[in-house]
């Protein structure tokens, strides 16, 4: 069973901003995680670190396009197929949504949703 989300906010600032926000570490660690390795550059591996949850992930950067896109391939986790997979992976797309939600706070109003 293949599981596909899609999140989507509006952000009320300009494009290069909110791009920004994003590929910088700097400006990344302001509302998604608690440190990077580096910005988001095509062809850069780097690790997103979580303190607050003792956790960290590699990412891989596979394709910027400025302003406009950002591709990356991150620690990929096969779901399985039963109930705690489903779960799984919901809770994941919630972290996504997440992220989409602290960065609209952070850029748009300056806060930290976290």
């Known amino acids: 069973m293949v599981r596909n989300y899609t999140i989507r906010t509006k ?3 300009p494009v290069a901003e909110v791009f920004d926000a994003v590929a910088a570490s700097d400006k990344l660690c302001h509302y998604f995680t608690s ?18 949850y003792d956790v960290e992930s590699p990412v891989v950067v596979d394709n910027v396009i400025a302003d406009e896109l ?39 109003h300056g806060m930290d949703l976290r």
Do not use: M, P
Request: glycine letters at 12%; a negative charge.
């Open 11 to 13: 952000i009320l600032r």
């Open 35 to 52: 440190q990077a390795s580096g910005g988001l550059e095509e062809g850069a591996e780097i690790l997103w670190r979580w303190h607050h």
């Open 70 to 108: 950002i591709q990356l391939t991150l620690d990929s986790k096969v779901w399985k197929t039963d109930a705690d997979g489903l779960k799984g992976s919901h809770d994941n797309c919630g972290g996504w949504t997440h992220l989409a939600t602290c960065l609209k706070a952070s850029v748009e």
